[in-house]
């Protein structure tokens, strides 16, 4: 069983920055690939950004590319997400997960075996 948390949310204005984490569980981390989701009230979850397992690759989706960075530290066993320029429209819950393999459906939520609990990014006007 792989576990993860996620910190590093809470309140900021537009045009300021956020660094998520994602701690996991287990000795495999390095096996996976990880990625970030967010779901704000009322939406589908959306994929945010993915990374490899040796954090070779990295894929955004076109909301954020520019402006969030996805990372790994593998000896760590964590998973970052720098969020800079953040607008009103990136309010959402954050979530991190796992996935033991990597696939062309990358941004489907249903690839991904493990999820944190989430952590709350409110950015306002």
């Known amino acids: 069983q792989v576990q993860l948390v996620e910190s590093g949310g809470g309140l900021v204005q537009a045009g300021g920055s956020l660094r998520l984490s994602c701690a996991s569980s287990g000795r495999t981390f390095s096996s996976y690939n990880m990625a970030w989701f967010r779901q704000a009230p009322g939406k589908e979850r959306e994929f945010v950004a993915v990374?490899?397992?040796?954090?070779?690759?990295?894929y955004y989706a076109d909301s954020v590319k520019g402006r969030f960075t996805i990372s790994r530290d593998n000896a760590r066993n964590t998973v970052y997400l720098q969020m800079n320029s953040l607008k009103p429209e990136d309010t959402a819950l954050y979530y991190c997960?796992?996935?033991?393999?990597?696939?062309?459906?990358?941004?489907?939520?249903?690839?991904?075996?493990?999820w944190g609990q989430g952590t709350q990014v409110t950015v306002s006007s």
């Open positions: 997960a796992a996935s033991g393999t990597f696939s062309y459906y990358y941004a489907r939520p249903d690839l991904y075996a493990y």
């Open positions: 990374i490899s397992r040796s954090g070779g690759a990295t």
